[in-house]
């Protein structure tokens, strides 16, 4: 168990739709990142946050929009879904003061169906 | 920009060893991770290089070498859960986000 929580893990939703998904870092982690990952383009990187505020912006759509709240879970919004969009989100998260802090502990991950 | 190569598939025998390799093009390098993944499951890290040179743990080793952007992870003795996907990951300069490679599919075979 890598610490990190991610829900739902399944998700099966209609074009056109919009929706949430929910990730609970390592407790001490301030950094969250956020992954999609299909069958033919790999684990693509989408956004960061640190601390509340975006830190880096990957190749996230602008349909796609995250947060990082004060208890620094982190929330992903989908929204105009289109079929493209099914893959496996996962969220990672890293920091703390330890030699582990470069690290990123991954999420189960939400598999996303768009229908 | 980044650019990383690895091999789409290897297959190995169980109690065998194999050598994954990896290939990188950065502006500015801090870093290489190994990550395992299983099919449908979360990536699991494995290693991390930031100096020349060979790092060991258990079964699994990896190699660094910054002048030549280049990377292996070397499973011993193999077994069959070892059959997974095997990810590169690099960390440039600046940034603490990751650049996966497409990864590499290990089958291993009784």
């Known amino acids: 168990d890598s610490g990190v929580t991610q829900t739902p893990k399944h998700l099966i939703t209609a074009t056109g739709q ?14 969250v990142y956020w992954y999609q990952q299909s069958l033919d383009q790999g684990l693509q990187f989408l956004i960061q946050y640190y ?5 880096a912006k990957g190749n996230i759509l602008e349909r796609f929009s995250a947060q990082q709240f004060p208890d620094l879970h982190s929330e992903l919004n989908l929204s105009s879904l289109e079929l493209g969009d099914s893959a496996l989100y996962f969220c990672a998260s890293s920091g703390g003061t330890s030699i582990t802090k470069n690290i990123q502990y991954f999420g189960a991950g939400t598999r996303l169906s768009v229908l | 920009g980044q650019n990383i190569d690895q091999p789409t598939e290897m297959t190995a025998t169980e109690g065998a060893i194999v050598q994954i390799n990896c290939t990188y093009q950065t502006s500015g390098f801090n870093g290489l991770f190994w990550y395992q993944q299983h099919a449908g499951e979360a990536p699991t890290f494995l290693s991390y290089n930031v100096l020349d040179g060979l790092e ?5 080793s990896s190699f660094l070498s910054r002048s030549k952007g280049y990377s292996y992870l070397l ?3 193999l077994q069959m859960k070892d059959s997974a996907s095997y990810l590169c990951a690099v960390r440039e300069s600046g940034y603490s986000t990751l650049t996966f490679g497409k990864g590499t599919m290990l089958l291993v075979s009784p």
Do not use: I, M, Q
Not at chain 1, 18 to 31: A, E
Not at chain 2, 56 to 60: D, L, N, P, V, W
């Open chain 1, 18 to 31: 919009r929706v949430t998904l929910r990730c609970s870092p390592r407790s001490g982690d301030l950094s």
């Open chain 1, 51 to 55: 601390n509340g505020e975006e830190r």
């Open chain 2, 56 to 60: 060991e743990k258990g079964r699994f």
């Open chain 2, 75 to 77: 499973l011993k003795e």
